[in-house]
């Protein structure tokens, strides 16, 4: 009688247990994604090349693009990952804006995806020979790139971290002065993004720099809080 007892306990707390496992395989998964995400900071000097008037009539190696474009499809990959994965645990929040950061998120990729494929496009044409008659052609390449990435790498970035930092600080999975950081790190990231785009600072400088810090530094602390610590036990326990 005590054995069987014994066992049915047993058998309630491991299914007690159980929701709280799942969740922090998520918040796992979640944050190594968001770790991922910044692999491609070396693009900024990998793609220095590609942006030299003559780099299609030029002598080198098209390694450092090829790698940089590489680097940036594992990076939409990962964005999308991230808010697929945090997607079943946000949408007991707000299923609106849960989906809204999966489309965002899946926008932003689609905006990287097409960046990488103006470059390489630019690397084929080098590649063929195709020489100074397809200066004009490169230059609107690498142009069309730098456009996208400011819409892509700017602006909705700050959409994507203004919709996951009003979740997490709604449901308290994480500490709530983390959240309030991609929240107001979204308004600076934005209003470079439109100073960008008006040309007052340039893509690559320190007001640009400084406009994505508060973003960038949510984003890494997100991810390896996730990784160490995961969702908060108190708001778990209060969700079983």
């Known amino acids: 009688m ?25 918040s796992l998964v979640a944050g190594l994604l968001y770790l991922l995400t910044f692999v491609s900071i070396p693009t900024l000097s990998l793609y220095g090349s590609i942006h030299e008037p003559d780099y299609i009539i030029g002598a080198g190696t098209d390694t450092a693009v090829t790698i940089g474009g590489l ?7 990962a964005g999308i990952g ?11 929040q707000n299923e609106s804006l849960a989906l809204g950061l999966v489309a965002s ?10 960046g990488v494929a103006f470059l390489l496009s630019v690397v084929s044409l080098r590649q063929s020979g195709a020489g100074a008659d397809a200066l004009v052609t490169s230059h609107a390449l690498v142009a069309l790139y730098d456009r996208i990435f400011l819409l892509g790498q700017s602006f909705i970035p700050a959409l994507n971290d203004l919709l996951l930092g009003i979740l997490l600080y709604q449901s308290r999975l994480v500490p709530r002065a983390l959240s309030l950081v991609g929240i107001i790190g979204a308004i600076p990231l934005l209003a470079g993004f439109i100073l960008m785009l008006f040309g007052v600072i340039e893509k690559i400088s320190l007001f640009a720099g400084l406009s994505a810090l508060l973003v960038a530094a949510f984003e890494f602390s997100l991810g ?5 610590k995961g969702f908060k036990s108190s708001t778990l326990i209060a969700r079983l």
């Open 105 to 114: 998120r899946i926008l932003e990729a689609g905006t990287m995806f097409a």
């Open 224 to 228: 390896i809080y996730l990784v160490v």
């Open 2 to 26: 005590n054995k069987n007892i014994n066992t049915a306990i047993v058998k309630d707390m491991s299914a007690e247990n159980a929701p709280i496992c799942t969740l922090r395989k998520t």
């Open 71 to 77: 680097l940036e499809i594992i990076v939409a990959l």
């Open 82 to 92: 991230t808010a697929i994965t945090l997607y079943p645990v946000l949408k007991k």
